[in-house]
């Protein structure tokens, strides 16, 4: 059973870095492709980013792209999500999330099966 556990969170002021890991405890995420998403109090969670099963591709919401960078180690069943220059609009719950019917990637909400419980991330302005 894929149980994903996220941490990393944290409060920063405004253009400061945070990096958020999720790690797998329940078995192997290898062959799945990973996401990230966030949920800001009274808003749907949104996509923010994917990678594939082999770190071949990856895609980013047009808010923070060029300012995150997510990344795995399948070996050891992590993926990361390094987000710097953080604004204050980035408060959210971050959700790690596991797609495993989708290796290409995917960034439809629906496509995930699998997810954490979110780690806080409050960026102070």
């Known amino acids: 059973q894929v149980q994903l556990l996220e941490s990393g969170g944290g409060s920063v002021q405004a253009g400061d870095s945070l990096r958020l890991s999720c790690s797998d405890t329940?078995?192997?995420?290898?062959?799945?492709?990973m996401g990230w998403f966030r949920q800001a109090p009274g808003k749907e969670r949104e996509f923010v980013a994917y990678?594939?099963?082999?770190?071949?591709?990856?895609y980013y919401t047009h808010s923070m792209r060029g300012r995150i960078t997510i990344s795995r180690d399948n070996a050891k069943n992590t993926v990361f999500l390094q987000m710097n220059s953080l604004k204050p609009e980035d408060t959210a719950v971050y959700y790690c999330?596991?797609?495993?019917?989708?290796?290409?990637?995917?960034?439809?909400?629906?496509?995930?099966?699998?997810w954490g419980q979110g780690t806080q991330v409050t960026v102070g302005s």
């Open positions: 999330a596991a797609a495993p019917r989708y290796r290409f990637g995917s960034s439809d909400i629906r496509d995930y099966d699998y």
């Open positions: 329940g078995r192997t995420t290898s062959t799945y492709t």
């Open positions: 990678i594939n099963s082999i770190s071949t591709t990856t």
